[in-house]
């Protein structure tokens, strides 16, 4: 491996030396945060560094919902912390939607604002929800502006071709986006604001010094005046104080299958299980829930366990009665913490982290990222 005091001084002086910003991650967030540093210093040199020839933890791994709150997901959390703290997050979520459909258009990120249902298996968990919809409604209105975002279906099976499924609470301000289109409009906007991206380093440690802040990678040290870190479920590795840990996200594709009902976005189970139409196919994912200790996990392999039973769902209840196969699997990592919301803070005098974005970074990713931008211009 050529080391960094093997290149060239051209290579050295163009892209490694006088660097003013230096984001580690090229995820939602690190993109956001350098093209965001970038429009308040138009002379800045400012450079991601990515440990993976491709971002390798949730951006490009992700189902691409631009959801901000199903109800069961939305009940439980009222269950087990504040309501501020509840209210507070879906408002995050919300406007990060907001921002990210500002950065880009709809064309770009293939938005489609199909809104989402939240599927219902038992019919004694109608009585409990019921009730609490208008609650729900209410809330809702006060951040969004919009009245009745969410509504009761009893049909879906009819509509989708489900089985056994008592209903779905559908929210009409969801929407789906395409993961890899977003990766490519971001690229596009790095190249374009001449962001430099160094592919394929990883950083091991962090130190500062009177100058600014010094990054120990596989490959050398390099400096820069100020970093920010945008690495998500991998900040224990780096930063062992942050209460942040690593949660597995696994997911699989079907087949394409002829005349498939199912179209828009789903959530079950309080949202640890989703899945979507993909042209004609199915992305499934989730189950994280049936073996959180095994899920907290750096590890990117499949369990047999968990595509199991997103399998059997499958079968089962969401595209019965139908022929298909499984043509792609993959894990992505997210980052968790016991408490549901990022961790954007300072860690040194010219250092600060945006982290933890949990299953909802394309929604708030962009915000969380140009948050960070301000912290390191101050
Ligand atoms: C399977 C799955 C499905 C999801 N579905 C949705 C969804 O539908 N809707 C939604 O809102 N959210 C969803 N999420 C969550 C969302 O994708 C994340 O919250 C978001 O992508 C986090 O972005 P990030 O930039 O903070 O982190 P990441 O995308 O994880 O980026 C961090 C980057 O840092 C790099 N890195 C790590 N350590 C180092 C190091 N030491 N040196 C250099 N580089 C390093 C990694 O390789 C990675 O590319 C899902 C996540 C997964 C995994």
């Known amino acids: 491996m050529i080391q960094f005091k093997q290149l060239s001084f051209w290579e050295k002086v163009t892209l490694l030396e006088n660097i003013d910003f230096l984001i580690v991650g090229s995820g939602i967030v690190g993109s956001a945060c350098a093209l965001e540093l970038r429009r308040g210093n138009p002379d800045a040199k400012i450079a991601i560094l990515e440990r993976s020839y491709l971002p390798l933890g949730a951006s490009t791994k992700n189902a691409g919902f631009a959801c901000f709150g199903s109800v069961t997901e939305l009940l439980d959390d009222l269950e087990n912390v504040s309501e501020e703290s509840v209210w507070n997050t879906v408002k995050l979520r919300y406007e990060g939607l907001e921002r990210l459909l500002q950065r880009f258009s709809k064309e770009d990120l293939n938005y489609e604002n199909c809104g989402s249902y939240d599927l219902i298996t038992g019919e004694e968990d109608l009585a409990v929800y019921h ?3 208008d609650y729900l409604n209410r809330q809702i209105e006060f951040i969004t502006g ?35 289109k977003l990766l490519l409009a971001t690229q596009k906007d790095l190249a374009k604001n001449g962001i430099i991206v160094l592919n394929g380093i990883e950083v091991l440690q962090i130190h500062s010094d009177q100058n600014g802040v010094i990054l120990e990678t596989n490959y050398g040290e390099i400096r820069a005046k100020k970093a920010g870190i945008t690495i998500n479920g991998f900040a224990k590795k780096l930063l062992p104080k942050l209460a942040v840990e690593p949660a597995r996200a696994q997911v699989l594709v079907t087949s394409e299958i002829k005349n498939l009902p199912v179209k828009g976005t789903f959530h079950l189970d309080k949202g640890y299980y989703y899945f979507r139409n993909v042209g004609n196919r199915i992305l499934f994912g989730g189950g994280r829930n049936l073996d959180f200790k095994a899920e907290n996990t750096f590890d990117l392999n499949q369990t047999n366990l968990i595509q199991n039973a997103l399998e059997k769902l499958l ?22 913490g016991t408490e549901k919301g990022p961790v954007i803070e300072k860690i040194g005098q010219n250092t600060a982290v945006g982290v933890r974005l949990g299953g909802m970074g394309v929604a708030i990713g962009s915000l969380i990222g140009e948050r960070l931008a301000r912290i390191l211009n101050d």
């Open 131 to 133: 009730p609490k919809l």
């Open 146 to 180: 919009q009245k009745n975002c969410y509504s009761f279906e009893k049909n879906v099976n009819g509509k989708f071709g489900f089985k056994s499924f008592k209903g779905g609470y559908f929210n009409r301000l969801e929407g789906a986006i395409d993961t890899g």
């Open 315 to 336: 079968r089962e209840q969401i595209i019965p009665d139908t022929r298909f196969s499984i043509d792609y699997r993959w894990s992505g990592t997210m980052g968790v």
